[in-house]
């Protein structure tokens, strides 16, 4: 319960008293003189939260973990896992090295902007959609693989299933894919 103090004692806070306790669950797993170990876990459960990590979540985790903003920077920079500006509510990132490359990924990429109406790199005018390249996901078998917003792997994407996602993206209340039997 290390963040009610916390908590208490700064007046204007970022995260939610839910996500200090999940960055809590976290600390709990190194020895209190390792709280920088947590630094990744609680940039994820910070983005999950406010959607990308500003300056101010990452001096609100440094403060927490003890440990400087710039560290916290310099990881969030880092991994491409982290936005640092705010993003679509759904970030579509498609695999493009060899193996999904040779199971049509970038005909999937193709299929997705002509739906999407937008190029990589861009998003939706509704804030709704971005779509981007990635790198290997380690699912080489499932080609081609898509990810969304870092957390939901999709495998064997085609036009059947790309359409699927989106319809079911487009009308999800939450962040996350919920009913993967549809996709």
């Given at each position: 319960?290390?963040?009610l103090k916390f908590i208490n004692s700064k007046k204007n806070k970022i995260l939610?008293?839910?996500a200090y306790s999940l960055i809590d669950k976290e600390l709990n797993k190194y020895p209190p003189n390792h709280k920088k170990s947590a630094v990744i876990a609680s940039l994820i459960i910070a983005q999950k939260e406010n959607g990308f990590i500003s300056p101010?979540?990452?001096k609100e985790i440094g403060d927490?973990?003890?440990m400087p903003p710039i560290a916290v920077h310099e990881i969030a920079t880092f991994y491409n896992m982290f936005e640092l500006t705010p993003k679509a509510?759904?970030?579509i990132?498609?695999?493009t090295n060899l193996p999904c490359a040779l199971r049509n990924s970038k005909h999937a990429i193709t299929i997705l902007k002509n739906r999407l109406g937008i190029d990589v790199g861009e998003k939706t005018e509704d804030g709704l959609f971005s779509l981007h390249e990635g790198e290997c996901f380690g699912a080489c078998a499932d080609a081609p693989v898509m990810l969304v917003n870092n957390h939901k792997m999709l495998s064997w994407m085609n036009e059947q299933s790309i359409d699927a996602m989106i319809r079911e993206l487009s009308s999800s209340k939450?962040?996350?894919i919920t009913n993967k039997d549809n996709l």
């Open positions: 319960m290390q963040h939610s008293k839910v101010e979540i990452e927490y973990l003890e509510r759904f970030k990132v498609v695999c939450s962040n996350v």
